[in-house]
């Protein structure tokens, strides 16, 4: 049972068949360097052993476990988990990942120091089938930018004020099973209320598997996700023809294949939002001009044509005057097109 004194942080574990992976991640929380926390489980109705595995450490007080009567998904079960979070700021914590040992301790220097921002997170270390390490935007302003697009925060690392779900009313939408998509929507909306700030550091390993078990997931997130981004763009304001909101839709998420989609109509739709955003001042203009920018290039980069020259087309532009692109992708991007036109 969880002790009288009140922790810090409530760290919540949303569990639901991830017995194979499960010690691992309690016990990367368990070992955090910052000890002021209590952890809250929550079992989804699992079928393999991972409520088992996860009453064994029921033995340790600062672990409190729950279980669902039956499969409610993960909107319900992190609203669950908060309803009983005692602490002053919550964690979020996959079943199948591992947080580094030092990642409580930063992020609750990070907030105590920071008092306007209400959730951060991190990047995060991929393992398993990638090794890749995933970035995302840091201020604020980048933050809102970028959400018009994708999901700004790394879940499994959000750090958060319990207030915010107090004040605000504030809980995930459970109609929504699917991961991601849940999400997604709940810091949407966590936008509008306060400030997201990143950290610029890896804090968790996240665990990566086979795409071929992912793909199915991979198709209904994107269409729960293409939701999302037309009501975010609604929020934004800006007017928008069933047409734009497809580009938008296409070059929110990779591969950004743009099918019958010029890579005009793409720079025309950016072009739009940044201008837009000028007069109504959704985001910092200058963050929101380099969030479109990036957006440009990753779309003329990801999709060499043979008809027309992408990087000609990138080039001749004016968002691309407002991205630095790295040298070694500019020697790709060289290397693509030369190669395509030449075959």
Not at 168 to 187: C, K
Request: net charge neutral; proline share 5%.
């Amino acid at each position: 049972m969880p002790t009288t004194k009140l922790p810090l942080v409530s760290v919540i574990i949303p569990v639901y068949n991830a017995g194979e992976y499960l010690r691992p991640a309690i016990d990367s929380i368990l070992h955090q360097t910052f000890q002021d926390f209590e952890l809250i489980i929550v079992d989804d109705y699992s079928r393999d052993e991972s409520l088992a595995v996860a009453r064994s450490y029921e033995t340790d007080p600062r672990v409190t476990v729950l279980a669902n009567e039956q499969n409610r998904g993960r909107s319900f079960t992190d609203n669950y988990g908060a309803e009983y979070a005692r602490g002053k700021y919550i964690a979020k914590m996959d079943a199948d990942d591992v947080a580094l040992p030092h990642r409580l301790q930063t992020q609750v220097d990070f907030l105590e120091q920071n008092p306007t921002v209400g959730l951060t997170s991190s990047f995060m270390q991929c393992f398993g089938e990638s090794d890749i390490v995933y970035e995302y935007p840091l201020s604020a302003d980048a933050v809102r930018s970028f959400m018009l697009f994708n999901m700004p925060v790394a879940n499994p690392t959000a750090f958060f004020r319990r207030s915010l779900l107090q004040e605000h009313g504030l809980r995930y939408d459970d109609t929504i099973q699917d991961t991601f998509g849940e999400d997604y929507e709940f810091i949407a909306r966590l936008t509008q209320v306060t400030d997201i700030v990143n950290q610029p550091d890896i804090l968790l390993h996240y665990r990566t598997l086979p795409q071929t078990l992912k793909a199915d997931v991979h198709a209904r997130r994107n269409a729960k996700s293409n939701q999302i981004r037309e009501r975010q763009l609604r929020v934004f304001g800006i007017p928008f023809t069933e047409r734009e909101l497809h580009v938008h839709n296409t070059i929110s998420y990779f591969p950004f294949t743009l099918g019958d989609i010029t890579l005009a109509e793409v720079h025309a739709w950016l072009w739009k939002i940044h201008t837009f955003n000028q007069t109504r001042r959704y985001a910092d203009p200058a963050a929101m001009l380099r969030c479109v920018a990036e957006r440009w290039f990753l779309t003329c980069y990801l999709n060499p044509d043979k008809r027309v020259n992408s990087l000609r087309e990138y080039r001749r532009q004016p968002l691309a005057q407002h991205h630095r692109v790295p040298a070694k992708l500019q020697g790709k991007f060289l290397l693509k097109s030369y190669v395509l036109r030449h075959l």
